[in-house]
Structure formats: structure tokens, C-alpha cells
């Protein structure tokens, strides 16, 4: 598998052909999505099952991609491409799905230590009476150690975010084992920083939008669903440029 290094300009390219898949069939992406939005809704007022729904996200990932796939080879996207990844490649899809949860329970563990009590007593300064002078001058006090606990959060989170954006596609479509596929997704988002940061840039300013909607009806996470059908094909395109597969040694 040899990794790519492409121009800056690929990551609005990568945007475009999202939305063409996306507009070949808008209604069934749209059915998809929702379907796993309603179920993950479902599924959270159910003790620990949001843990399931980590182990299995990369399932679903590469079903949705296997799906853009059908559509770039003009199938049709059914309904059984969100069940691609629990029949292709299962088991090492949910070791990429432990080792996203253990890294972001790490995240959490990192920002707990270096914040300390400091977001605990921002939130009981604003619990016992708002903007007081005693209680402005607690919550100045708290907010370099959690600034500080943010950008350590964030120096955590971001290698782990990068060596699973493609992995689970390496592991569904090339048959690579977990290891070696979350070390060739983080090579290739090193090597191809420039064009994901054009990417990432642009798709911050719906998200921007989405996510302001979804505080409103109290659905934090509504922004990344409602860009879902967009994200999800734009993720495939940028997979399929940037990894290239080496011819059988005969």
C-alpha cells in the first residue's frame, strides 16, 4: 500500500466529490443517516451502551464508505450497505473500535489530571450565583489550568484522530490488519497535512452552523450527524486518493 502526498487544493476536491456521491441519492443517504441517529438515541439511555456504539462506529464508517464505493461504480446504495462492515473484516474493525475508546477514555483521563478541580469549581461558581465579584475572580483563576487541559486533551486526541480516520476503510477494503492500517492512516494524514487542513477549514463553517442548531434542541453532537452525508463520501473520495495499492510481486 503506497500512501500518497497530494496538493492543498485536494481538499476541496475532496468536498466536491462527497457531494456528487451525495446527490446521486440524496433521499437514501439521508435514510441512512438517519436511521443511525435514531439508533444511537435509542441506544443512550441504555446503561453502557454507548460503549458498544464505540466498539462498532468503525463498522458502520465502512459500510456507509462501501456504500459512496457502490455509488462511484453506478449501483444503487441500499439499505445492507450499513451492515457492509459486520460481514467483511468484523473483528479487526472492533479492535479499531477499542483502541478509539481506550484513546479517548486517555483524552478524558489527561484532561481530568492537568484541569483538575478547576472545571468543577467554574461550574459551582456559576451554580451558587453567577457573575458575584468573589466568583469572577474564582473562575479567572481556573481558566489557565483549563486552557491548559484543553490543549493537553487536544495533543492527545489529535494523533488518535488521525491514525483512525482511515482506518477503518485500510481494514474493510485492503484486508490490513489494525495495527499497520492505524499506522498508514496516520502516516498519510502527516504527509497530507496541507490538504486535510483545507478541508477541515472549510467543513468548520457548516459545522460551525449545525452544531449552534443542535445546542438549541439540546443534541450536541447534532452538527457531525447532520454532516454526516457529506463527511461520510468526502472521507472515501479523500481514501481513494491518497492510497494506492502495490501491484503483487510476481
Not at 69 to 97: H, M
Not at 166 to 173: D, N, T
Request: aromatic share 10%.
Amino acid at each position: 500500500m503506497n500512501i500518497r502526498s497530494v496538493d492543498a487544493a485536494y481538499g476541496w476536491r475532496w468536498i466536491t466529490a462527497g457531494m456528487l456521491l451525495f446527490r446521486r441519492n440524496p433521499a437514501q443517504w439521508l435514510l441512512l443517516i438517519g436511521t443511525l441517529f435514531v439508533a444511537s438515541r435509542v441506544l443512550f439511555m441504555i446503561p453502557f451502551a454507548p460503549l458498544l456504539i464505540a466498539l462498532v462506529a468503525p463498522h458502520f464508517l465502512a459500510g456507509l464508505a462501501h456504500g459512496a464505493q457502490a455509488l462511484e461504480q453506478n449501483k444503487p446504495l441500499r439499505n445492507g450497505y450499513l451492515f457492509s462492515g459486520f460481514l467483511r473484516n468484523a473483528a479487526p474493525l472492533v479492535t479499531i473500535g477499542g483502541i478509539s475508546l481506550l484513546g479517548q477514555l486517555l483524552t478524558l483521563m489527561v484532561i481530568a489530571v492537568v484541569g483538575g478541580d478547576a472545571f468543577s469549581d467554574v461550574s459551582k461558581s456559576m451554580a451558587d450565583g453567577g457573575a458575584t465579584p468573589d466568583n469572577l475572580r474564582a473562575m479567572q483563576a481556573a481558566v489557565p489550568r483549563m486552557m491548559m487541559a484543553m490543549l493537553s486533551g487536544f495533543a492527545v486526541s489529535l494523533p488518535l484522530m488521525m491514525a483512525t480516520w482511515y482506518a477503518p476503510l485500510l481494514v474493510f477494503f485492503d484486508d490490513i490488519k489494525p495495527l499497520p492500517a492505524l499506522y498508514l492512516s496516520l502516516i498519510a494524514c502527516i504527509k497530507n497535512m496541507r490538504p486535510l487542513l483545507v478541508y477541515g477549514v472549510i467543513l468548520m463553517i457548516p459545522l460551525f452552523v449545525f452544531t449552534r442548531i443542535g445546542l438549541v434542541v439540546h443534541q450536541i453532537d447534532l452538527g457531525l450527524w447532520l454532516l454526516a452525508p457529506l463527511l461520510v463520501p468526502s472521507i472515501y473520495a479523500s481514501y481513494r486518493d491518497i492510497f494506492v495499492r502495490t501491484p503483487p510481486v510476481a
